[in-house]
């Protein structure tokens, strides 16, 4: 079966740097995707990977190893209006895109 | 950048009412839209792909007969739940692709929230 995993929740300081990670097992790989979802809020685009690499993009970064099956985003300078849950998204061989459960970040003062 | 809209935003109904949702591309065409469902706490769940023009695709286990989508238009998708019951009370996303810079990306609308009492 194909499958994301991404922790549940994590907490962070406000200022500091937070990684999330996610491993996925799909049938094919056709690009990774992040996205941020305020709570009762539709996600929005954060990053796109379809090769190996870093992919810099402000205080937002994401990275992908495709041997691995592992992505991360790394957000830097943190900031209270960070606190949203993050969402690592996977397509397949069919252009499908296979979602994780999202990780819900709260940032501390 | 390309803008989705969906209306409504949210909907209170009474149980075996059927509610019509709306989702548009403002400002770009889409042969393609997608219907997601997500439940509290849960990862967005994909339901059916629409298809300017022809049939809509549902993904195992969506009942196209409850959940009638029309892409009657370039710009226009509709999701009719027929004769809701409580437990599809859910938060329904529409998205279109499009393309962020250099990346073919999903435009999401802002969701409508549909409680059925």
């Known amino acids: 079966g194909q499958n994301i995993d991404q922790p549940t929740e994590m907490t962070a300081t406000e200022g500091a740097i937070v990684q999330i990670n996610c491993t996925y097992q799909t049938s094919g790989f056709n690009g990774l995707f992040w996205y941020q979802q305020h709570a009762g809020e539709a996600p929005t685009f954060l990053s796109y990977?379809?090769l190996d690499g870093l992919e810099e993009k402000g205080r937002f970064s994401s990275f992908l190893s495709r041997s691995k099956g592992y992505s991360y985003l790394l957000l830097k300078e943190l900031q209270m209006k960070d606190s949203a849950s993050y969402l690592c998204a996977v397509r397949d061989s069919n252009y499908q895109l296979i979602w994780g459960a999202g990780t819900k970040l709260i940032i501390k003062p | 950048g390309a803008v989705v809209s969906q209306h409504p935003s949210w909907v209170i109904c009474k149980s075996g009412t059927s509610v019509k949702i709306e989702c548009r591309s403002l400002d770009f065409q889409a042969t393609t839209m997608f219907w997601y469902r997500q439940f509290p706490k849960q990862s967005l769940m994909l339901m059916a792909t629409s298809n300017e023009g022809s049939k809509a695709t549902y993904e195992q286990g969506v009942e196209k007969d409850k959940f009638l989508i029309n892409h009657a238009s370039l710009t226009l998708s509709t999701l009719t739940v027929t004769s809701a019951h409580p437990e599809d009370s859910s938060f329904y996303i529409c998205?279109?692709?499009?393309?962020?810079?250099?990346?073919?990306?999903?435009?999401f609308g802002p969701g409508t929230r549909l409680t059925v009492l």
């Open positions: 990977n379809v």
């Open positions: 998205s279109a692709p499009g393309l962020a810079g250099d990346s073919d990306t999903q435009y």
